[in-house]
């Protein structure tokens, strides 16, 4: 079992600037990608940013050149830089820890309890 905690949203103007914190506990098995997702009222919870264990990184198409993932492996943290927040941004973000146990085909992942983001216009 991993307990993933998010911390760091809040209500900013558009415009500004948040960072985004998320940590895993410590696991048996290793913690391969982590990511943020987003998710909105009535739409289906999305990919913003993704890093994996080697520091490959991807973005969603509308936060390039905006956010930055980046990652701790000796804490098992990531973070997301979010600058030049829009109103599209807002929403309930979400972090994922993919673990992959010796007996599984496929990563199980973890998911925090989220962390509310809101850009005022």
């Known amino acids: 079992q991993v307990q993933v905690v998010e911390s760091g949203g809040g209500l900013v103007q558009a415009g500004g600037s948040l960072r985004l914190s998320c940590a895993a506990s410590r696991s048996v098995f290793k913690i391969n990608d982590m990511g943020w997702y987003r998710q909105t009222p009535g739409k289906r919870r999305e990919l913003v940013a993704l890093?994996?264990?080697?520091?490959?990184?991807e973005y969603l198409g509308s936060v390039k050149g905006r956010f930055t993932i980046s990652r701790d492996n000796a804490k098992n943290a990531i973070y997301l830089q979010m600058d030049s927040l829009k109103p599209d941004d807002t929403g309930v973000y979400f972090c994922g820890a993919d673990v992959l146990s010796p007996s599984d085909e496929l990563p199980y992942r973890y998911w925090g309890q989220g962390t509310k983001v809101t850009v005022s216009s």
């Open positions: 890093i994996s264990s080697g520091g490959s990184t």
